[in-house]
T-cell receptor
Framework: DAKTTQPPSMDCAEGRAANLPCNHS???????VYWYRQIHSQGPQYIIH???NNETNEMASLIITEDRKSSTLILPHATLRDTAVYYC??????????????FGKGTKLSVKP | KAGVTQTPRYLIKTRGQQVTLSCSPI?????VSWYQQTPGQGLQFLFE???????NKGNFPGRFSGRQFSNSRSEMNVSTLELGDSALYLC????????????FGPGTRLTVT
């Protein structure tokens, strides 16, 4: 699975959009981009995933560049409860894909009032 | 639908003892993955079970083992505990199919003294 690079920490004002970048310059054509987050003392939470098109769900939007070498997770209106470590993961998805997520160090997002 | 449950939530053991942790996946999920989280190493994949068979294994010593039952519930066992085994042990379940988004439990906090 491709390696990802994320900034170690970011701040965001409450109510503003939080834009979390992820670099995955060695991503290959059959690798998806996944985002998870971990709020302190809880298990990680799945947020969103995508292959090449931008994706949106009730939690966030995922913007993937045309060359797929980087992506941005957008939390449109950050709240204090969004303070967490955000992990960007890329992995191959195929029939019988295996359940071994490889977590990096992630980005510690602090939402401030 | 109920989430992933893990028991016990907290555990204190002595070096040399063994421990068994339990995980009940979301109803209908056939894949259960286990992860270890420590401050130094972050989140690391231990192993995955799918339909009672170990499908994938991380880079951990043989003291770490697991199994899955016909109802998809899973247990992991650590024998001959060492101080370095102190960690948060997380279980995640998924349908086990192509996309394989994983849903994590709250974890078991193991302290080895």
């Amino acid at each position: 699975d491709a390696k990802t690079t994320q900034p170690p920490s970011m701040d965001c004002a409450e109510g503003r959009a939080a834009n979390l970048p992820c670099n995955h310059s060695t991503i290959s054509g059959n690798e998806y981009v996944y985002w998870y987050r971990q709020i302190h003392s809880q298990g990680p939470q799945y947020i969103i995933h995508g292959l090449k098109n931008n994706e949106t769900n009730e939690m966030a939007s995922l913007i993937i560049t045309e060359d797929r070498k980087s992506s941005t997770l957008i939390l449109p209106h950050a709240t204090l409860r969004d303070t967490a470590v955000y992990y960007c993961i890329v992995r191959v998805v195929n029939g019988g894909s295996q359940g071994n997520l490889i977590f990096g160090k992630g980005t510690k997002l602090s939402v401030k009032p | 639908k109920a989430g992933v449950t893990q028991t016990p939530r907290y555990l204190i053991k002595t070096r040399g003892q063994q421990v068994t942790l339990s995980c009940s996946p979301i109803s209908g999920h056939r894949s259960v993955s286990w992860y270890q989280q420590t401050p130094g190493q972050g989140l690391q994949f231990l192993f995955e079970y799918f339909s009672e068979t170990q499908r994938n294994k991380g880079n951990f010593p043989g003291r770490f083992s697991g199994r899955q039952f016909s109802n998809s519930r899973s247990e992991m066992n650590v024998s001959t505990l060492e101080l370095g085994d102190s960690a948060l042990y997380l279980c995640a379940s998924s349908l086990g199919g192509q996309v394989n988004e994983q849903y994590f439990g709250p974890g078991t906090r193991l302290t080895v003294t």
